[in-house]
């Protein structure tokens, strides 16, 4: 069974409209980041969110993070065309280990 | 934006050939991994290095492929025999430290035919 998993599968909204996407993971962590990654390039990180912070912005970007419940969200506002992706959670299993474990993201899709 | 190159973008190889990837990470970070993601968005962990040293490494890095970070030089994934599940894009990200962000490569898609 997957340790980092987003949900829902894909999303389709139009432009100007808000979305989220949620993640829920199964082991102890030190920070939970959340990837963007396009077609035909790699991921890239949005934001890094560590295990004693509850919520964190980066412009029209908002991380939530519930450690008791193992959950975290991503909500973009004012969503825009280049906002197309496939959304991905990393967390990197806590204890002091370096390597990310990704889920297998959600397919945003923004119509004009 | 991320800085990590890597070569070539596309590879193709026959089954049982070598397969040779390389990634060139931002300067002044230390630690480098390698990651594979099949077509299902599925990220496997292959290994990482801090300069020049492997930290960690699942069995499958141990058997069949060969990864180093030479200082001075690009780092390298070699796949030794190639197998039609190899086929997948192949990851490099660099990290300033650890339980950092790590900046990712646009990947080596190899395709073994």
């Known amino acids: 069974s997957q340790l980092a998993e987003e949900n829902p599968w894909a999303l389709s909204v139009h432009e100007g409209e808000s979305v989220t996407v949620n993640c829920s993971y199964k082991?102890?962590?030190?920070?939970l980041q959340w990837y963007r990654q396009k077609s035909g390039e790699g991921p890239a990180q949005l934001i890094l969110?560590?295990?004693?912070?509850r919520e964190k912005r980066n412009g029209r970007l908002r991380a939530t993070l519930d450690t008791s419940s193992q959950s975290s969200s991503l909500s973009i506002t004012a969503t825009r065309c280049e906002d197309t992706a496939v959304y991905f959670c990393?967390?990197?299993?806590?204890?002091?280990?370096?390597?990310?474990?990704f889920g297998k993201g959600t397919q945003l899709i923004i119509q004009p | 934006n991320s800085k990590v190159i890597q070569t070539p973008r596309y590879l193709v190889k026959g089954q049982g050939q070598k397969a040779k990837m390389r990634c060139i990470p931002e300067?002044?970070?230390?630690?480098v991994f390698w990651y594979q993601q099949n077509k299902n968005n599925e990220f496997k962990f292959l290994i990482n290095?801090?300069?020049?040293?492997?930290?960690?490494q699942i069995d499958m890095t141990e058997k069949r492929f060969s990864a180093e970070c030479p200082s001075n030089s690009p780092c390298s994934l070699e796949i030794q025999s190639s197998e039609a599940g190899d086929s997948a894009l192949y990851l490099c990200?660099?990290?300033?430290?650890?339980?950092?962000?790590?900046?990712f490569g646009p990947g080596t898609r190899l395709l073994v035919l």
């Open positions: 990200a660099s990290s300033p430290g650890h339980q950092d962000t790590q900046y």
């Open positions: 082991t102890s962590i030190t920070a």
């Open positions: 969110i560590r295990s004693n912070e």
């Open positions: 990393a967390t990197d299993g806590g204890g002091g280990a370096d390597r990310l474990t």
């Open positions: 300067k002044g970070h230390p630690v």
């Open positions: 290095f801090q300069n020049q040293e492997v930290l960690q």
